[in-house]
């Protein structure tokens, strides 16, 4: 059986990776964070199949220990500080994590080494906001970077740290720049799930208002467990590189919220939903759009389903989720 190494496993895409790794006949490890990490519990609840092993992307030692442990032939690197805003309060803590959290991996991933004929394969989830002021429109592997926030920025660092690896020590290591990805594992804090969420407890009675930061920008989401998907793709490539994975489609936010409430039965959203510059960022990201001809040809990938879909999909998991709470209390 293959085996598996995720980082940030408690996350979306460590729970959609780890089922989809689970259905293709993997040994899923995960690495699992802090000395009474609130999330182990219910992750090992809904996926009793995740072999949890202690480790921190700030921490060296503990990398080269959970790679010892696992024996991996693929690890996928998903942990990180992952919420834009909060980036900016704690910057430092970002880059440490989402940029220097990669060389560490990487550099654990050389002291360990992995079967002689088999080395380790590396997937690094990159992200669009490294675009993030973009330079052409829409976004291709060959787009160059312009972060626009603290989170940007290390997730340039750890995109140009797998490059420099990959052509100086000739590793597995491939990227996935991936653009935002939703679902209904999404957590709360992030705008589609707030979003989604609010809708569903709006409808219910049990909350009165959205408040919202910047409704302009204009996103391209897909849904996440198509995402996890390209990455395994990449990885059973025989050369490493780096690809695009997005739907080729932009939203604004607003048109999120429209869909939202009205899905939720809600026509006139504007009635409850307020903006507040205190959610607006320093700097913001205007646009993305991704072009994802390259994965497509190469990989064969494709994203089967849809915007309208997927905010259907939050917004009914939302309403299910709160209706139970509201009958639980
Ligand atoms: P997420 O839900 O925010 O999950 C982040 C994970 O990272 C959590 O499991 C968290 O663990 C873990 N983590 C945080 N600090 C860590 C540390 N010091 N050491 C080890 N693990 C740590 O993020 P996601 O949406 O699943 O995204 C997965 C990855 O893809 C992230 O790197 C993100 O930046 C990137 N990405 C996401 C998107 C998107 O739209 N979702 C788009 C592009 C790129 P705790 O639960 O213990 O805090």
């Not at 990159?126 to 787009?143: A, D, H, Y």
């Not at 990989?299 to 009914?316: I, N, Q, S, T």
Request: charge should be negative; proline fraction near 5%.
């Amino acid at each position: 059986m293959p085996r598996a190494l995720i980082t940030g496993i408690t996350g979306q895409d460590g729970h959609h990776l780890a089922e989809f790794l689970h259905g293709k006949g993997y040994d899923v490890y995960g690495m699992i964070k802090g000395q009474n990490n609130p999330r182990a519990a219910k992750l090992q609840e809904e996926m009793p199949f995740v072999e949890l092993i202690p480790g921190d992307l700030a921490d060296l030692p503990s990398l080269v220990a959970a790679l010892q442990i696992a024996q991996p032939d693929e690890v996928y690197n998903l942990g990180a500080i992952s919420f834009v805003a909060l980036s900016f309060s704690q910057a430092e803590l970002t880059a440490n994590t989402t940029g220097l959290g990669v060389l560490r991996m990487l550099e654990a991933i050389r002291m360990v080494g992995g079967a002689q004929n088999n080395p380790i394969r590396f997937y690094q989830a990159s992200s669009s906001e490294m675009f993030g002021q973009v330079r052409e429109t829409p976004q291709t592997e060959l787009t160059p970077f312009h972060p626009r926030s603290p989170y940007g920025c290390a997730k340039v660092f750890g995109h140009d740290i797998v490059v420099n690896y990959r052509e100086s020590y000739d590793m597995h290591a491939s990227s996935g720049i991936l653009f935002n990805h939703e679902g209904p594992r999404r957590g709360i804090e992030f705008v589609t799930r707030k979003i989604s969420n609010a809708a569903a407890r709006v409808k219910l009675g049990l909350q009165h208002e959205l408040v919202m930061g910047t409704l302009d920008a204009k996103r391209d989401w897909g849904y996440a467990g198509d995402y996890v998907e390209a990455m395994w793709m990449m990885l059973q490539q025989d050369e490493p590189d780096d690809f695009v994975i997005s739907t080729g489609e932009t939203h604004t936010v607003q048109e999120f919220v429209e869909k939202a409430f009205a899905h939720a039965g809600l026509e006139d959203w504007e009635q409850y939903v307020r903006q507040d510059p205190k959610f607006f960022r320093p700097a913001e990201v205007d646009l993305l759009i991704g072009d994802s001809a390259k994965a497509k040809a190469v990989l064969g990938w494709e994203p089967k389903v849809g915007f309208d879909e997927l905010v259907k999909m939050m917004v009914d998991n939302d309403l299910a989720l709160e209706a139970a709470k509201a009958n639980r209390s």
